[in-house]
């Protein structure tokens, strides 16, 4: 059976037309679902007990499990456990100017990338989009606050679920659904050259940010198995292609890993690659965990790999780092749940 929270309005209004009533009574089930954050069909009370029924023969309600939480300095991570057993995780973080949430798009990843703990354990499945958006929905209703950043950045690669993931966009992004503005989405692909160019038609301004990690094709060989299949060079050309379709600024995500990617010739390097690019740099600290053995970058050599790229008139930020006393790696709540 689906649940419902997986369904665009237009879904619904489909939905209700095949069953002889009207489109409209779409909109009052998304009311209920989004604004009125009703849980279950008892509670909607402007539908006809006739339509309810139907309603409960197609569709559930049911949630997510959260398994537990972990809590630090201005985030929560959250592990849940989906309906056939399997973990996912959550994290949210609080800034000066909200609430942002970091969901995860699959279970497990095939990426494979070597400095990942969620490339560690293989892809056992796509979210489906409801399994998406309940995270975001069950995390405010803990909270009793509104989240109002969400990047997608957790377990898995979201271009690797690429439907689910337009569907999740269009209904967290609904004025009568979650309402989060286009703008402060944001969706990280590790580089899979057919769905940037795809994503480079989608009409909502949703921020695309890269998982680069390397300036040469030598060094992200090493460290990221997707590079063999699209190599820098062509993600630069469908990066290219994308900035003139979409005239939005693109984020390079670059995780600093100590003597691998870090030099001074890699920031020179890295500054070579993107130059001209409407795009910005986001340096991150690394995360180690028990299971890899890369290490992070000591903070003098990250500032020396920062002011480099400031030389030579690149956009550039350090993450601030966050759960240094909690489970912060992506998959490695999941990871540490799964392996007792």
Same mark, same amino acid.
């Given at each position: 059976?689906?649940?419902?929270?997986?369904?665009?309005?237009?879904?619904?209004? #489909?939905?209700?037309?095949?069953?002889?009533?009207?489109?409209?009574?779409?909109?009052?089930?998304?009311?209920?679902?989004?604004?009125?954050? +009703?849980?279950?069909?008892?509670?909607? =009370? *402007?539908?006809?007990?006739?339509?309810?029924?139907?309603?409960?023969?197609?569709?559930?309600?049911?949630?997510?499990?959260?398994?537990?939480? #972990?809590?630090?300095?201005?985030?929560?991570?959250?592990?849940?456990?989906?309906?056939?057993?399997?973990? /996912?995780?959550?994290?949210?973080?609080?800034?000066?100017? !909200?609430?942002? +949430?970091?969901?995860?798009?699959?279970?497990?990843?095939?990426?494979?990338?070597? %400095?990942?703990?969620? !490339? @560690? @354990?293989?892809?056992?499945?796509?979210?489906? =989009?409801?399994?998406?958006?309940?995270? /975001?929905?069950?995390?405010?209703?803990?909270?009793?606050?509104?989240?109002?950043?969400? +990047?997608?950045?957790? /377990?898995?690669?979201?271009?690797?679920?690429?439907? *689910?993931?337009?569907?999740?966009?269009?209904?967290?992004?609904?004025?009568? !659904?979650?309402?989060?503005? &286009?703008?402060?989405?944001?969706?990280?692909?590790?580089?899979?050259?057919?769905?940037?160019?795809?994503?480079?038609?989608?009409?909502?301004?949703?921020?695309? &940010?890269?998982?680069?990690? &390397?300036?040469?094709?030598?060094?992200?060989? #090493?460290?990221?198995?997707?590079?063999?299949?699209?190599?820098?060079?062509?993600?630069?050309?469908?990066?290219?292609?994308?900035?003139?379709?979409?005239?939005?600024?693109?984020? %390079?995500?670059?995780?600093?890993?100590?003597?691998?990617?870090?030099?001074?010739?890699?920031?020179?390097?890295?500054?070579?690659?993107?130059?001209?690019?409407?795009?910005?740099?986001?340096?991150?600290?690394?995360?180690?965990?028990?299971?890899?053995?890369?290490?992070?970058?000591?903070?003098?050599?990250?500032?020396?790999?920062?002011?480099?790229?400031?030389?030579?008139?690149?956009?550039?930020?350090?993450?601030?780092?966050?759960?240094?006393?909690?489970?912060?790696?992506?998959? #490695?709540?999941?990871?540490?749940?799964?392996?007792?």
């Amino acid at each position: 059976m689906q649940n419902l929270y997986g369904l665009t309005l237009e879904e619904m209004e #489909q939905f209700f037309l095949e069953h002889d009533s009207k489109k409209f009574h779409a909109l009052q089930l998304f009311l209920w679902l989004y604004d009125k954050r +009703v849980e279950s069909f008892d509670d909607m =009370t *402007n539908i006809k007990k006739e339509m309810l029924s139907s309603l409960r023969g197609h569709f559930t309600l049911n949630p997510l499990k959260i398994v537990d939480v #972990q809590e630090d300095e201005d985030v929560n991570k959250y592990l849940f456990e989906l309906s056939d057993g399997e973990h /996912i995780e959550a994290v949210l973080m609080r800034h000066d100017y !909200g609430n942002s +949430v970091c969901v995860s798009s699959q279970v497990g990843c095939n990426m494979g990338c070597k %400095f990942c703990e969620s !490339g @560690r @354990r293989k892809k056992v499945r796509n979210l489906e =989009t409801y399994e998406m958006v309940l995270q /975001i929905l069950m995390i405010e209703k803990l909270l009793g606050e509104r989240i109002s950043h969400v +990047v997608v950045m957790g /377990i898995g690669e979201p271009f690797d679920n690429y439907d *689910n993931l337009i569907k999740f966009f269009t209904i967290i992004n609904h004025p009568k !659904g979650l309402a989060i503005g &286009a703008r402060h989405i944001t969706v990280s692909t590790c580089g899979l050259v057919p769905k940037i160019l795809e994503f480079s038609d989608f009409p909502l301004q949703i921020n695309l &940010a890269v998982s680069l990690h &390397a300036p040469n094709n030598e060094i992200r060989n #090493q460290i990221m198995p997707i590079n063999k299949a699209y190599p820098i060079e062509k993600v630069m050309e469908a990066l290219k292609i994308y900035l003139i379709k979409t005239n939005r600024r693109l984020t %390079f995500e670059y995780i600093l890993l100590k003597d691998i990617n870090d030099s001074d010739q890699c920031a020179i390097e890295l500054s070579k690659l993107i130059k001209g690019m409407n795009c910005y740099v986001n340096l991150i600290p690394y995360n180690e965990t028990n299971n890899i053995d890369f290490k992070r970058t000591n903070t003098v050599q990250i500032m020396r790999f920062y002011d480099i790229l400031k030389k030579n008139n690149v956009s550039v930020t350090i993450r601030r780092e966050f759960g240094g006393n909690i489970s912060a790696a992506c998959g #490695q709540l999941r990871s540490k749940k799964e392996e007792l």
